[in-house]
């Protein structure tokens, strides 16, 4: 078993992941690294707010807490939306700990793409505007650090299909990267997202469980979140009937909305678009353009396509540090949307196949792209403006617990302080998250944009839940949004 290695200090030595520039993908390479300490400690950015009108609080902040960020694996199939999904990913570093970055192949790639160097560009662009995103958060990996953790994983045709043992590829860098990790002794779960199949991740679980003690698998079984975009191999439907002990995530409903059927003019038409013409605007074709690949520097126009779609991005919206903090159970809901339990026989297999919010069954994405694209917007400027000329996202935070018990007929204050980066004025609105929550009653929140006075009566459901989402906006540009939630437990 390997040794942990901390994620602000990569080993001088780091098993490299291929051939990048010739050799066989298979083989794997010591080459020496920079031992690039990243700038985590002491380099908290602070400034004092001037809030406007709202009574909120006036604080000494940092942007965006970062402790407790969770950790994640990245597999990709290497198609163009995966591209696009890597560029906002990166982007969002500094908000999670990338343990690893797999590429893998697909039913719709079924050859993989890591023989390309799609991904090698990217991180060469990243490279490129780590400077200037570190002006707006020192919490950046490095380069060398994100190409340290880079491998190649099972691309083999032969084996989409084909469960452990079975397999024609017996081993790859990719499965031993996630047994290494599953095994190593962070507390912190692994969040392993499925862009692609699922095969190597499901050969990585296999050899835990035939070739470990069996306490070493149940720990390394457990700690797996694995989020699948759609199963697109034979992979994951073999880790849902086989490792019921591992978290598995199987989504649906970014279909039609974050993916090529995002905007209604695109060229896939035929399928349909499901999103309402306020949500397409967030993904035309001048969203990216005046967002992405103009004007903001060599890492947003490296993106290949014309209007947004992503169809594997859901799969970290819920690690994005935004206090919603949906990657701690993906059954809250968020920005990744939101699934549920839906088989007594798998009990950790969680889906969004049949869900609807508010009747719909794409709204439980709806609700949040306007600020989650604005968020990406902003990350985008960060590539290229000082601080000063950029937005930051503001921070609530709730006053008392976020999950506390409640008494049925009680009338519950809601209150807490928000703070803003930039001193941009900020609005409130508390609202019902009743989708997600298991009360039948929708409650009704008094002056819910009222930081400090919002209330609400607590429905008469005793051993049901309700679920208040409070959203902060600020009045920067693009205007961005931090949340908290709460979370009664009727007694
Ligand atoms: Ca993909
Ligand atoms: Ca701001
Ligand atoms: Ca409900």
Redesign the pocket.
Same mark, same amino acid.
């Given at each position: 078993m390997k040794p942990v290695t901390p994620q602000t200090e990569p080993s001088p030595s780091t098993q490299l992941r291929k051939a990048v520039f010739g050799g066989s993908q298979m083989t794997d390479h010591e080459l020496p690294l920079k031992a690039v300490a990243l700038r985590r400690a002491g380099a908290r950015f602070t400034m004092t707010i001037a809030a406007g009108a709202a009574a909120l609080a006036f604080f000494q902040t940092p942007v965006r807490a970062a402790d407790g960020k969770p950790r994640v694996i990245a597999t990709t199939d290497g198609e163009v939306d995966d591209h696009s999904s890597m560029i906002r990913f990166l982007l969002y570093t500094c908000d999670f700990d990338v343990v690893g970055i797999v590429e893998v192949n697909s039913k719709f790639q079924k050859n993989g793409h890591s023989k390309e160097p799609w991904l090698e560009d990217q991180l060469a662009a990243y490279e490129q505007v780590l400077p200037n995103l570190r002006k707006h958060n020192p919490d950046y990996p490095s380069a060398d650090y994100l190409r340290s953790v880079c491998r190649v994983g099972n691309e083999n045709i032969k084996d989409l299909w084909v469960a452990p043992p079975d397999m024609e590829t017996k081993k790859t860098p990719g499965e031993q990267l996630i047994i290494d990790t599953l095994l190593d002794n962070d507390p912190r779960p692994v969040h392993v997202l499925s862009w692609g199949g699922a095969n190597t991740t499901a050969s990585a679980l296999w050899k835990l469980k035939a070739a470990y003690p069996k306490e070493k698998f149940e720990y390394a079984a457990s700690r797996i979140r694995n989020y699948c975009i759609w199963y697109q191999d034979g992979g994951g439907g073999w880790i849902q009937t086989n490792i019921p002990q591992a978290h598995i995530n199987e989504a649906y409903r970014w279909d039609n909305v974050w993916d090529y059927e995002s905007i209604s003019d695109n060229p896939r038409k035929e399928k349909g678009c499901a999103n309402p013409p306020e949500i397409q605007t967030y993904m035309n074709y001048q969203w990216v353009s005046n967002n992405m690949t103009r004007g903001h520097g060599p890492l947003g126009a490296l993106c290949p396509q014309k209007y947004v779609s992503e169809g594997d991005t859901p799969s970290f919206l819920h690690l994005v540090n935004n206090g919603l903090k949906a990657h701690e159970d993906y059954t809250l809901g968020g920005w990744g949307g939101r699934s549920a339990y839906d088989d007594p026989a798998f009990p950790n297999h969680i889906t969004d196949k049949t869900l609807k919010d508010d009747g719909d069954r794409n709204k439980m994405y709806w609700r949040w792209i306007p600020a989650a694209q604005n968020d990406f917007a902003a990350r985008l400027d960060w590539c290229v403006k000082e601080f000063k000329d950029a937005n930051h996202a503001p921070v609530a935070k709730l006053t008392g617990n976020l999950n506390r018990d409640v008494k049925a007929g009680e009338m519950v204050k809601l209150e807490a302080t928000a703070t803003d980066p930039d001193g941009n004025k900020l609005t409130c609105k508390w609202w019902p998250y %009743? &989708?997600? &929550?298991? %009360? @039948?009653t @929708?409650v009704t929140i008094a002056k819910s944009d009222s930081l400090a006075k919002a209330s609400f009566v607590v429905p008469n459901e005793p051993g049901k839940q309700v679920h208040i989402i409070l959203e902060v906006t600020d009045h920067g540009t693009p205007s961005l949004v931090g949340y908290q939630r709460v979370i009664g437990n009727i007694k």
């Open positions: %009743a &989708d997600v &929550d298991s %009360a @039948t @929708t």
